[in-house]
């Protein structure tokens, strides 16, 4: 079994930058991709991103498309996803989760679809 743990969230003002990871445990990092998805209060929750590190597949949604970068350290088990030019909109609980033997289809990541999620961290943009 697989288990994520998200950090790096906070209160960052509009225009600036955070960095979120997600360190996993369980499993060997090659096997599965790893989506990112947030959930606004009130909102559905949007999948923004999903990555393979096995082949560097990445796929981003349109809305943070430029603006939002995924990268890994396989040594750490972790990915980040790194934030830039945020926006009110993007305030949100930020999860991580795990598809084994996922390939990161072109289109927005859907939660059902992936099997292990991280707890959770909250990103705050202030305008």
């Given at each position: 079994?697989?288990?994520?743990?998200?950090?790096?969230g906070?209160?960052?003002?509009?225009?600036?930058?955070?960095?979120?990871?997600?360190?996993?445990?369980?499993?060997?990092?090659?096997?599965?991709?790893?989506?990112?998805?947030?959930?606004?209060?009130?909102?559905?929750?949007?999948?923004?991103?999903?990555?393979?590190?096995?082949?560097?597949?990445?796929?981003?949604?349109?809305?943070?498309?430029?603006?939002?970068?995924?990268?890994?350290?396989?040594?750490?088990n972790?990915?980040?996803?790194?934030?830039?030019?945020?926006?009110?909109?993007?305030?949100?609980?930020y999860?991580?989760?795990?598809?084994?033997?996922?390939?990161?289809?072109?289109?927005?990541?859907?939660?059902?679809?992936?099997?292990?999620?991280?707890?959770?961290?909250?990103?705050?943009?202030?305008?």
């Open positions: 079994e697989v288990q994520l743990v998200e950090s790096g906070g209160l960052v003002q509009a225009g600036g930058s955070l960095r979120l990871s997600c360190a996993a445990s369980g499993g060997t990092f090659d096997d599965y991709a790893i989506g990112w998805f947030r959930q606004a209060p009130g909102k559905a929750r949007e999948g923004v991103s999903c990555s393979r590190s096995r082949d560097g597949r990445t796929y981003y949604s349109d809305s943070v498309k430029g603006r939002f970068t995924v990268s890994s350290d396989k040594a750490k972790t990915e980040y996803l790194q934030m830039n030019s945020l926006t009110p909109e993007d305030t949100a609980v999860y991580c989760a795990a598809a084994m033997g996922y390939f990161c289809p072109s289109y927005d990541p859907r939660a059902v679809e992936y099997d292990y999620w991280g707890q959770g961290t909250q990103v705050t943009v202030s305008s």
